[in-house]
């Protein structure tokens, strides 16, 4: 399977971006898919995960905020991103959940900055 992130971006603190994963040479309709990110100099975290029935779970300074979902038609995972902090500034990543250290793609990089 290939697991391709897009849809980052710069945006103004306050704003909104949606992230994409689209999968290809593998369906993940029954997979948990997670969204991961990565500031400079930190460490590679959890930002939100999705089970095949369609359950989330958002870690904490993302709650309320951002939302992921799936279309399984699609083959995609979605990272709806609002209300973006400057904190918020990371590459994200797609993978599995657990992730599968074969799939970490390039990621997308979402600079939040005025």
């Known amino acids: 399977v290939q697991l391709q992130a897009s849809g980052g971006g710069l945006v103004q603190p306050g704003g909104s971006l949606r992230l994409s994963c689209a999968a290809s040479?593998?369906?993940?309709?029954?997979?948990?898919m997670g969204w991961y990110r990565q500031a400079p100099g930190k460490q590679r975290d959890l930002v939100a995960i999705i089970t095949p029935d369609d359950s989330s779970r958002h870690t904490g300074s993302v709650k309320g905020r951002f939302t992921i979902s799936r279309d399984n038609a699609k083959n995609t995972v979605y990272l709806q991103m609002s209300s973006l902090k400057p904190e918020d500034t990371a590459l994200y990543y797609c993978?599995?959940?657990?992730?599968?250290?074969?799939?970490w793609g390039p990621g997308t990089q979402v600079t939040v900055s005025s």
């Open positions: 040479g593998s369906s993940i309709s029954m997979k948990s």
């Open positions: 993978n599995y959940f657990p992730p599968d250290e074969r799939y």
